[in-house]
């Protein structure tokens, strides 16, 4: 149980175009998702927090408008790259945290987004 | 405000040697839980174990076993008869409910990276 899907696992694409990620969570109902993006050697960075059905909470120092987070149902969110530039460039891991027998926080197996 | 320093940037050790992995946290709460992370190569995070704060057991799962030592607020991670398949980066990360961060928002060490050499 407990499984989290992240689409896609690798995305190459041009600079200005726009790069959708999905988080879904395929066993449980996810009350809240995160949005984390790893620099190489470092830690996870919290981007961003959402729940189901309101506006995601944006860490400082994040563009909202630049990454758009949309959590539409209990099993999904998404991350819009907007208009993406190289330095946009990196591996972004989603998460989702559920209840009960879920409680906890269960990850994504990343994205890794090179924007040439 | 919450903390986990993971001091030990890398190690490297020969396989079948043990090594341990060193967590030490900071928290105001008296609630709150600490998770292991293993992210192999491959880049996804694979959970190990989760350990609240009331529950002081030394955990063993296989080659791993956990210390929680409240007194010294450490949570090692030893691994035994290591093999060249542990080798990740290994993120200590901290959970506390009470602290206003949000639901379930996770704070990480930077991670120590851990290379098994055969």
């Known amino acids: 149980g407990a499984v989290v899907s992240q689409h896609p696992s690798r995305v190459i694409c041009k600079s200005g175009t726009s790069v959708k990620i999905e988080c879904r969570s395929l066993?449980?109902?996810?009350?809240?998702m995160f949005w984390y993006r790893q620099f190489p050697k470092q830690s996870l960075m919290l981007m961003a927090t959402?729940?189901?059905?309101?506006?995601?909470?944006?860490e400082q120092g994040v563009e909202k408008d630049k990454f758009l987070i949309n959590h539409a149902s209990l099993t999904l969110s998404t991350l819009t790259v907007t208009s993406a530039h190289p330095e946009d460039s990196s591996f972004y891991i989603c998460?989702?945290?559920?209840?009960?027998?879920?409680?906890?926080?269960?990850f994504g197996a990343g994205t890794r987004l090179s924007v040439l | 405000a919450q903390k986990v320093t993971q001091a030990q940037t890398e190690i490297s050790v020969v396989e079948k040697e043990d090594v341990t992995l060193d967590c030490v946290y900071e928290t105001r709460d008296t609630t709150y839980y600490l998770f292991w992370y293993k992210q192999p190569p491959s880049g996804e995070l694979v959970f190990l174990i989760r350990r609240n704060s009331f529950d002081e057991q030394n955990e063993i799962s296989g080659r791993y076993s956990w210390n929680f030592q409240k007194s010294t607020s450490s949570f090692n991670f030893t691994i035994t008869a290591s093999q060249v398949v542990d080798s990740a980066v290994y993120f200590c990360?901290?959970?506390?409910?009470?602290?206003?961060?949000?639901?379930?928002?996770?704070?990480f060490g930077k991670g120590t990276k851990l290379s098994v050499i055969p």
């Open positions: 959402s729940n189901e059905g309101s506006k995601a909470t944006y």
């Open positions: 990360a901290l959970f506390s409910p009470y602290s206003g961060a949000g639901s379930y928002q996770l704070t």
């Open positions: 998460s989702a945290a559920g209840t009960g027998e879920y409680n906890g926080q269960y």
């Open positions: 066993d449980f109902q996810a009350t809240t």
